[in-house]
Nanobody, 122 residues
Framework: QVRLVESGGGLVQAGGSLRLSCAVSGRTVGNYAMGWFRQAPGKEREYVSAISRYGVNTYYADSVKGRFTISKDNAKNAVLLQMNNLKPEDTAVYYC???????????????WGQGTQVTVSS
């Protein structure tokens, strides 16, 4: 069983930065494709970014491309999301996700974390 625990959320002003971390337990992060999703109040959960099993390929939603960077920290068995130039519309609960398949991570991952709140003030 894979367990995912997010951390690093908080309150930041527009233009600021945050780094989210997702600690993986139960399995090795290198064996899973990993992703980040977010859900703003009153909206459906949406895909943000993903990284392939071996970390070779990264993917981003158009809304965050050029501002967010996803990476794996194999030593810490974690996946990171560096978020720069944050905007008020980035305000949401951010969820970490994992799936053994590269093809499923952006649409229907098997495993989810509990989420961490990110709030960007204008």
């Amino acid at each position: 069983q894979v367990r995912l625990v997010e951390s690093g959320g908080g309150l930041v002003q527009a233009g600021g930065s945050l780094r989210l971390s997702c600690a993986v337990s139960g399995r090795t992060v290198g064996n899973y494709a990993m992703g980040w999703f977010r859900q703003a109040p009153g909206k459906e959960r949406e895909y943000v970014s993903a990284i392939s099993r071996y970390g070779v390929n990264t993917y981003y939603a158009d809304s965050v491309k050029g501002r967010f960077t996803i990476s794996k920290d194999n030593a810490k068995n974690a996946v990171l999301l560096q978020m720069n130039n944050l905007k008020p519309e980035d305000t949401a609960v951010y969820y970490c996700a994992a799936d053994p398949s590269n093809s499923a991570i952006r649409t229907s991952p098997d495993y989810w974390g509990q989420g961490t709140q990110v709030t960007v003030s204008s």
